[in-house]
């Protein structure tokens, strides 16, 4: 079984100043994680993944995630916020041995100017 | 590299009626995904193909079916629409199950009335 865990379904920041958005899965087996975003009327795309490489993982628009086994988490980062980053996150698991993700229920993300 | 591609992109039905969604993933790619997404329930799994199989099938009511055809496209058939049904469905295709994070279609928005 797996499952995914949102912390917080609205996060609001200034214009550049650090966004974090936090995810704890569950997974009986090792996974894959990922983090997708989407914008209104628009499905979702790919912002990064791990898939049992390195844990800091780099992905686009200077996003970046951690994945810390010890503590179940996947933490989405930023360094500066821009408007542009504003949309709804969703954090996703995958079994290694499973195509089915697990999403979380989503983190709207507000940036204030 | 064409993306993607998910037709309708609206569509309004009456409850009893039933509708047939489809799907073009990405050239190459073989596996096929269905979401529904509400604002109540999130994303949920409906289905995933791969080949023509179906791998994995969601908690959904049987009214709920899809297939793959041989090119990899795929639609999705929902019979007896209800009210509840009214969702952006999402179509995202990998190269395998196995593959490292979909490339999602920006959905079919779909309201029952």
């Known amino acids: 079984a797996q499952s995914v865990t949102q912390l917080g379904s609205h996060v609001s920041v200034s214009e550049g100043a650090l966004v974090l958005l936090r995810c704890n899965y569950s997974?009986?087996?090792?996974?894959?994680l990922f983090w997708y975003v989407q914008y209104p009327n628009q499905g979702l795309q790919l912002l990064l993944k791990y898939t049992s490489a390195a844990t800091l993982v780099k992905g686009i628009n200077g996003f970046e995630a951690e994945f810390k086994k010890s503590e179940t988490s996947f933490h989405l980062t930023k360094p500066s916020a821009h408007m542009s980053d504003a949309a709804e996150y969703f954090c996703a698991v995958r079994n290694t041995n499973a195509g089915k993700s697990t999403f979380g229920d989503g983190t709207t993300l507000t940036v204030k100017p | 590299k064409a993306g993607v591609t998910q037709t309708p992109r609206y569509l309004i039905k009456t409850r009893g009626q039933q509708v047939t969604l489809s799907c073009s993933p990405i050239s190459g790619h073989r596996s096929v995904s269905w979401y529904q997404q509400t604002p109540g329930q999130g994303l949920q799994f409906l289905f995933e193909?791969?080949?023509?199989?179906q791998r994995n099938k969601g908690n959904f009511p049987g009214r709920f079916s899809g297939r793959q055809f041989s090119n990899s496209r795929s639609e999705m058939n929902v019979s007896t629409l209800e009210l509840g049904d009214s969702a952006l469905y999402l179509c995202?295709?990998?190269?395998?199950?196995w593959g490292y994070g979909y490339t999602f279609g920006s959905g079919t928005r779909l309201t029952v009335v």
């Open positions: 193909y791969f080949s023509e199989t």
């Open positions: 995202a295709s990998s190269g395998t199950p």
């Open positions: 997974s009986s087996v090792p996974p894959y």
